[in-house]
């Protein structure tokens, strides 16, 4: 799906928030695109922010039984504490250690405890499939993901049901394989506080 399939409110409320960039963008799996959702600035508005929210956890399946929402630092920690509001539950997240994603500040969950993963933006699935597998290797039981943003094309095949706001699918490239256009443009990487505001 193209920008062209985003919704009135959906295409004003990023561009009014300036959520939705263009340029050329590494991200988080290392891969290049034109595109880049920095959802931190839809989100630095929770009146605005607070009914997409509303709207996803009623679509969540089997909400009623989630324990805890978990949600990889630092991009989900501000959507799952929403989501884990709106569903009354606990919310906690995991932080990157090496190639992993790991539960530190006195976090843990048990064995059975039923859990939500959310994540801001999907594109290949790998921070939300680590922190699955911190979940799983703890005993808990993964109930569903949740993503504002989907830009995975359905590269990525979750284990449990998957609700999102949007679905996009925009190209990705390796860095070594750039259109002409995006080799002539400095490459950023938002995520990491050094891209462009």
Same mark, same amino acid.
């Given at each position: @799906?193209?920008?062209?399939?985003?919704?009135?409110?959906?295409?004003?409320?990023?561009?009014?928030?300036?959520?939705?960039?263009?340029?050329?963008?590494?991200?988080?799996?290392?891969?290049?695109?034109?595109?880049?959702?920095? $959802?931190?600035?839809? @989100?630095?508005?929770?009146?605005?922010?607070?009914?997409? $929210?509303? #709207?996803?956890?009623?679509?969540i399946?089997?909400?009623?039984?989630?324990?805890?929402?978990?949600?990889?630092?630092?991009?989900?920690?501000?959507?799952?504490?929403?989501?884990?509001?709106?569903?009354? $539950?606990?919310?906690?997240?995991?932080?990157? #250690?090496?190639?992993? @994603?790991?539960?530190?500040?006195?976090?843990?969950?048990?064995?059975?405890?039923?859990a939500?993963?959310?994540?801001?933006?999907?594109?290949?699935?790998?921070?939300?499939?680590?922190?699955?597998?911190?979940? +799983?290797?703890?005993?808990?039981?993964?109930?569903?993901?949740?993503?504002?943003?989907?830009?995975?094309?359905?590269?990525?095949?979750?284990?449990?049901? @998957?609700?999102?706001?949007?679905?996009?699918e925009?190209?990705?490239y390796?860095?070594?394989?750039?259109?002409?256009?995006?080799?002539?443009?400095?490459?950023?990487?938002?995520?990491?506080?050094?891209? +462009?505001?």
């Amino acid at each position: @799906m193209s920008l062209d399939s985003l919704t009135e409110e959906q295409r004003r409320l990023f561009e009014e928030t300036g959520a939705l960039l263009k340029g050329h963008f590494i991200l988080a799996s290392g891969l290049r695109s034109e595109y880049y959702f920095q $959802c931190a600035l839809l @989100m630095q508005y929770p009146k605005r922010f607070e009914p997409i $929210c509303a #709207e996803l956890a009623a679509r969540i399946p089997r909400a009623r039984e989630i324990e805890t929402v978990v949600s990889p630092a630092i991009g989900g920690i501000v959507f799952g504490q929403e989501i884990a509001r709106i569903l009354g $539950c606990r919310a906690i997240f995991t932080e990157k #250690e090496d190639d992993a @994603m790991v539960l530190r500040r006195g976090f843990a969950v048990r064995p059975g405890e039923k859990a939500l993963i959310v994540e801001d933006v999907t594109t290949t699935g790998g921070s939300v499939l680590k922190v699955e597998k911190t979940l +799983r290797d703890a005993g808990a039981e993964v109930l569903g993901f949740v993503a504002l943003v989907d830009r995975s094309g359905g590269r990525f095949k979750p284990s449990a049901p @998957m609700t999102s706001w949007i679905k996009l699918e925009f190209p990705t490239y390796e860095a070594d394989k750039l259109p002409p256009h995006l080799k002539a443009i400095p490459a950023v990487k938002p995520g990491s506080g050094k891209g +462009r505001k």
